[in-house]
T-cell receptor, first 112, second 113 residues
Framework: DAGITQSPRHKVTETGTPVTLRCHQTENHRYMYWYRQDPGHGLRLIHYSYGVKDTDKGEVSDGYSVSRSKTEDFLLTLESATSSQTSVYFC???????????FGDGTRLSIL | AQSVTQLDSQVPVFEEAPVELRCNYSSSVSVYLFWYVQYPNQGLQLLLKYLSGSTLVESINGFEAEFNKSQTSFHLRKPSVHISDTAEYFCAVSGTGFQKLVFGTGTRLLVSP
């Protein structure tokens, strides 16, 4: 398995609180991604990174921010969580444009 | 913008029967195509990929997919399924430049004895 660790694996929090999810990789891959998975929508890209401090928005970026201060860590932050952000969040990594993405085991986030 | 259509949300099949999971994509440029499998409460695992070359690609567990450029399809097939193949299968496409994957909505394969 690709060396990807997501933390926490499960989290329940209240509306309006800040939440940070962490993705840690040991593969030294350049590209990292955050997706959310919802029934009927498949996986949708939130943000991605193509290098340290280099990030860009994906399809559903509103309400989310990211940071990547070192190669191995990619953080996803919900500044003020809303119930619509209840989802399963997946991190993925890739070594290059012609390399497939490998996924972590996901974080199940419930916002009450 | 690229899009992927998986018309079947659920495909029930009996063990040892053949199966085809359909995937169509919309793109006017060269693409990379992927199938991922997701078992319950797990992340996505790469099943197979088409980058270039032979249009028929195979996985180690008996699945195969054929890239058909004229029909913009990348259907997944297996001649004889097992109970253990029960999972959700996602088709995905990216351009041949920077790899921003676009996923289909998934097809749940249900294999019964």
């Amino acid at each position: 398995d690709a060396g990807i660790t997501q933390s926490p694996r499960h989290k329940v929090t209240e509306t309006g609180t800040p939440v940070t999810l962490r993705c840690h990789q040991t593969e030294n891959h350049r590209y990292m991604y955050w997706y959310r998975q919802d029934p009927g929508h498949g996986l949708r890209l939130i943000h991605y990174s193509y290098g340290v401090k280099d990030t860009d928005k994906g399809e559903v970026s509103d309400g989310y921010s990211v940071s990547r201060s070192k190669t191995e860590d990619f953080l996803l932050t919900l500044e003020s969580a809303t119930s619509s952000q209840t989802s399963v969040y997946f991190c993925a990594i890739s070594g290059g444009a012609d390399q497939p993405q490998h996924f972590g085991d996901g974080t199940r986030l419930s916002i009450l | 913008a690229q899009s992927v259509t998986q018309l079947d949300s659920q495909v029930p099949v009996f063990e040892e029967a053949p199966v085809e999971l359909r995937c169509n994509y919309s793109s006017s440029v060269s693409v990379y195509l992927f199938w991922y499998v997701q078992y319950p409460n797990q992340g996505l695992q790469l099943l197979l990929k088409y980058l270039s070359g032979s249009t028929l690609v195979e996985s180690i567990n008996g699945f195969e997919a054929e890239f058909n450029k004229s029909q913009t399809s990348f259907h997944l097939r297996k001649p004889s399924v097992h109970i253990s193949d029960t999972a959700e299968y996602f088709c995905a496409v990216s351009g041949t430049g920077f790899q921003k994957l676009v996923f289909g909505t998934g097809t749940r394969l249900l294999v019964s004895p």
